[in-house]
């Protein structure tokens, strides 16, 4: 943002609400959201100097949350209008489901750290990032109007004990059980690097900082309304989840989730409760099976960490025990190939001395054919899970889940 942009943005819209409030007939509280980097400043009135030093020390967008800030509290004492104001930190995902439409800042951190791509963590080992889950941050904000004390006062709401960010980072590193970089770059450093080599977005740099915050009279204000914060390492890992199920925006977040079958963590696609699993050979993963699961109407899918995996599949000795276990597995098996990739000696050979298993071959494909046929593979698990000698499911005869 240009300054001019950002002034229009954050400024300029807060004076004109303020003005459209005081002119509402019942007007309870007008309740403004700042955030926890401002709010300590002098409210009074900014002179064209103070304006330009603090838009030229914090940028763009930081100077105007300031300056918003500032003429919110002078505009609304002029007008007459009740305030309170919320300074929260960094808004995560919701402290039960960890949902959360926010895919900037600390999210894209997690982004790439997800995707490998984190190299280093800026800051040092005190550098703050706070956060707050966002159910906790609405129910502050509904009690605000109903709380005669918060009139004319402003709450800083982030959790205290939140990690250091690389502690943070390491957290959620040993959640999606990938490596935490362990290379720090200061912030100095990263602010005279080309952003073309640190892909670092210059307005989030003031961030990075080992501020605290005064948070008393958040705290007062939550115990005397019986709230109560969320744990915030589960609302962390929570959240982290919600973002790596919905690939951090790029798909919808409806169905998806990790779970751990087992004690074995991992992801899943479809109806929690479906009674079919899908489990996608390697290196393919549940998305892969997401036309099949739509189509079977009840389903789901999932896929740990395929590159592990696949080296631990290497194995002859592995192998060797997976065919041991499926040899002496009791139940139902049902294989589907393509015509292109049938089953070699072994394969049929084992499925041959298994009591119950029955192959169906989809014509014109090959290794995959859920990737080119999701319908007829949908029908033909259908079909056989609606079979006499097929195990009991739900119903409608259709369902099953997505995971591997």
């Not at 954050?10 to 609400?17: E, F, G, H, L, W």
């Not at 309170?84 to 930190?89: G, R």
């Not at 699961?293 to 995996?309: E, F, I, Q, S, Y």
């Amino acid at each position: 943002m240009s300054a001019d942009e950002a002034r229009r943005a954050n400024v300029d819209s807060v004076r004109a609400i303020v003005a459209f409030a005081a002119r509402l007939p019942r007007l309870r509280r007008l309740v403004h959201v700042s955030g926890y980097r401002v709010g300590r400043q002098d409210p009074l009135h900014w002179s064209e100097e103070r304006r330009r030093e603090a838009y030229r020390a914090l940028g763009a967008y930081e100077a105007s949350k300031v300056e918003a800030d500032a003429v919110f509290q002078t505009e609304a004492e002029r007008l007459g209008v009740p305030w309170s104001i919320v300074n929260p930190a960094s808004v995560i995902g919701d402290s039960v489901t960890g949902e959360s439409g926010q895919y900037l800042g600390l999210a894209s951190t997690l982004r790439d750290l997800w995707q490998g791509r984190l190299a280093a963590v800026p800051g040092n080992a005190r550098t703050f990032v706070p956060v707050v889950a966002v159910d906790y941050l609405a129910r502050f904000m509904a009690l605000l109007p109903l709380d005669e004390t918060a009139e004319r006062a402003s709450y800083w709401l982030l959790d205290d004990d939140t990690p250091a960010l690389p502690g943070l980072i390491a957290l959620v590193a040993e959640h999606y059980r990938v490596r935490a970089p362990r290379v720090r770059v200061p912030v100095a450093l990263v602010k005279r690097l080309p952003r073309r080599l640190t892909k670092a977005d210059p307005e989030t740099l003031t961030f990075l900082s080992a501020d605290r915050y005064p948070t008393g009279s958040a705290r007062a204000f939550a115990a005397r309304h019986g709230l109560t914060m969320p744990d915030t390492a589960t609302t962390i890992r929570r959240w982290a989840d919600h973002l790596a199920a919905s690939r951090f925006g790029d798909a919808p977040a409806d169905g998806r989730r990790f779970t751990g079958p087992g004690g074995v963590r991992t992801f899943e696609l479809g109806e929690p409760a479906a009674p079919t699993v899908v489990l996608p050979g390697l290196p393919v993963n549940a998305d892969t099976w997401a036309p099949v699961v739509a189509a079977l109407g009840r389903a789901r899918g999932g896929a740990a960490t395929a590159a592990r995996l696949l080296a631990v599949a290497a194995s002859p000795r592995w192998r060797a025990d997976l065919r041991a276990e499926l040899a002496r597995y009791p139940g139902h098996v049902h294989v589907v190939v393509g015509s292109r990739d049938p089953l070699g000696p072994e394969g049929r050979a084992l499925l041959d001395a298994l009591p119950r298993a029955t192959v169906t071959v989809i014509p014109g494909t090959g290794h995959h054919p859920q990737l080119t046929h999701p319908e007829d593979v949908a029908q033909a698990v259908g079909a056989w899970n609606a079979s006499p000698g097929a195990p009991a499911v739900s119903p409608s005869g259709r369902s099953a889940r997505s995971r591997g």
